[in-house]
């Protein structure tokens, strides 16, 4: 048989513009891929696949926030494609001039091509499952820097076009017929932002966003062929060492591998942490779950965020997903000893912000106002400083007894520039019935008492989880405390002031402690740092 040779230059500059909106939390932009002519590149082409690459230059935005926008799509290593010949059999191409990243590649493709003027192009992707006609959009998807797509080849790019004879070879630009997300995340938080990174995104979809597709000249099939699938994994690879774990024998840190993609950006910014995914067109119901992490405090969690109901992804266009990733602060939250005129680490600049940093000048004896309140009259007296707007200790029986605590050990906060998770939720004081701050009533007895005058202390187990109407609850996290200088537990455990000293003696103090699975009320040291609290 004759073989002709086929030259198709594959112009796939298409400028792929990006409207990150900073204004809200998730927000979504699209722009259409769009085919740049540069003829004077036509040459032959041979056997490859179809991978892209993205690239953004950069224009100012409305409102003083910079945006990128405009991609052009590139052949890369390994790209092929497929031609109907004569025939009407799909050619696979078997050499190319691809050597590396390049935006026009000519490929030599075997078969008869002279019957017509035009023939079909596809190109299917460089999946391992991906045949002629079959386009496989995986769930598990990994890009390994920040604002770069050269994965998306492997993972469901695809597409077709017609290829037209100009002289003694034939011309066509693609057509993509996927659809891509481009998620743009920013921690307004600075300082947390330095310390943490995005390890995976996970989209869910009501109905099926990858699987095994059949590609036509008409996009892809309308559902998968087979193993369709909701759900779709994007990792995000991090490079270069950075901070772990503070190392208390050597009072550095260790160094480990960053874990993902940089979250250091308080606004948009594609350069820091654009990541790419390649979905199924169609109408979907997505919702987001960003995956973040510590490497100091080796905490990972996730933040979900729900895109439009019912929106529809076209083929050929990329969407742009703005997210604000950050968590509640408590750095405001300082530590004290009991009733103190003065916080904790007053004055002190590197005080510990980690677990297990200790620094020594922590108040020593009461001519510092670090030093705690030494009232002793039976309980005659509360606190009356620092302590003062505490709950006292017939109120903190309520909480803890009659308030359904609820330990939630997944909602992500910040305290002192680093992540964790870890707290209690408790009933408003409005949700518990009898609450009152003159006496505690026990449930078995029935008897009620000013436990600010006799000492006791009650235990309770929290159930594991948030409540369901959390807007009848409060929330305090696991601040963790300092002792001797150190800190200790944040994320763990904690013990939170009561506005009561404890009536036996000088020393001790009423506090509330708590961990995943224990909760009371009892007195303890009033030397040791602990958070205030307000009660609700």
């Not at 099926?208 to 059949?214: H, P, Q, R, S």
């Not at 187990?461 to 009848?472: A, C, D, F, L, R």
């Amino acid at each position: 048989m004759k073989v002709n040779k086929i030259y198709l230059n594959l112009l796939t500059v298409g400028m792929l513009s990006f409207m990150a909106g900073c204004a809200g939390d998730e927000n979504i932009d699209h722009t259409e891929g769009k085919e740049t002519d540069n003829s004077s590149e036509l040459t032959a082409f041979s056997c490859v696949s179809s991978n892209r690459l993205m690239k953004y230059a950069p224009r100012t935005s409305m409102g003083g926030h910079q945006y990128l926008t405009g991609s052009d799509f590139y052949w890369e290593p390994g790209d092929q494609i497929y031609v109907k010949d004569d025939n009407n059999a799909l050619q696979k191409s078997t050499m190319t001039n691809i050597s590396a990243t390049q935006p026009t590649a000519r490929f030599q493709v075997p078969g008869a091509y002279t019957a017509q003027n035009s023939y079909e192009v596809y190109y299917t992707g460089a999946s391992a499952g991906a045949t002629s006609d079959k386009v496989v959009i995986s769930t598990t998807q990994t890009q390994t820097a920040p604002n770069t797509a050269k994965h998306i080849g492997g993972v469901g790019d695809c597409g077709t076009s017609t290829a037209t004879r100009v002289g003694d070879h034939f011309e066509f630009m693609l057509n993509h017929k996927a659809a891509y997300l481009c998620f743009l995340p920013r921690v307004t938080n600075a300082e947390l932002g330095k310390n943490i990174y995005l390890t995976k995104i996970v989209v869910k979809s009501d109905n099926a966003i990858a699987g095994d597709y059949t590609l036509s000249m008409g996009g892809l099939s309308s559902a998968p062929t087979a193993n369709a699938a909701n759900e779709i994994t994007l990792t995000t690879l991090g490079t270069g060492m950075v901070n772990g774990p503070w190392d208390i024998t050597r009072n550095i840190y260790t160094q480990v591998s960053a874990p993902g993609f940089p979250l250091s950006n308080t606004i948009t910014n594609l350069a820091t942490n654009a990541a790419y995914m390649v979905i199924a067109p169609g109408t979907h119901s997505l919702t987001v779950d960003y995956y973040i992490k510590d490497p100091v405090t080796n905490v990972e969690g996730v933040i979900t965020k729900t895109l439009p109901v019912g929106k529809n992804y076209e083929a050929n266009k990329v969407y742009d997903v703005t997210a604000n990733l950050t968590p509640k602060d408590y750095s405001d939250r300082k530590y004290y000893m009991w009733d103190a005129q003065q916080e904790y680490w007053y004055g002190v600049s590197d005080y510990p912000t980690v677990i297990d940093q200790s620094n020594s000048n922590y108040a020593q004896n009461n001519s510092d106002p670090r030093w705690y309140n030494g009232v002793n009259d039976a309980g005659a007296t509360q606190a009356s400083h620092s302590c003062q707007a505490c709950p006292n200790v017939n109120e903190a029986f309520w909480y803890i007894m009659q308030g359904d605590p609820h330990w939630d050990g997944e909602t992500l906060w910040s305290m002192m520039s680093h992540l964790y998770k870890g707290g209690i939720w408790l009933k408003k004081k409005t949700e518990i019935s009898g609450f009152n701050a003159e006496s505690y009533t026990d449930p078995t007895s029935g008897v009620a008492i000013d436990y600010r005058r006799t000492h006791m202390s009650y235990v309770n187990t929290p159930i594991s989880g948030k409540p369901v109407n959390i807007t009848h609850y409060f929330y305090l996290p696991a601040l963790g405390s300092n002792f001797n200088g150190t800190l200790y537990n944040v994320g763990v455990t904690s013990n939170y002031w009561l506005s009561s000293p404890q009536s036996s003696d000088v020393v001790h103090a009423y506090n509330m402690y708590f961990i995943h699975n224990h909760i009371h009320v009892d007195g303890f040291y009033r030397y040791n740092g602990y958070p205030l609290w307000t009660g609700e």
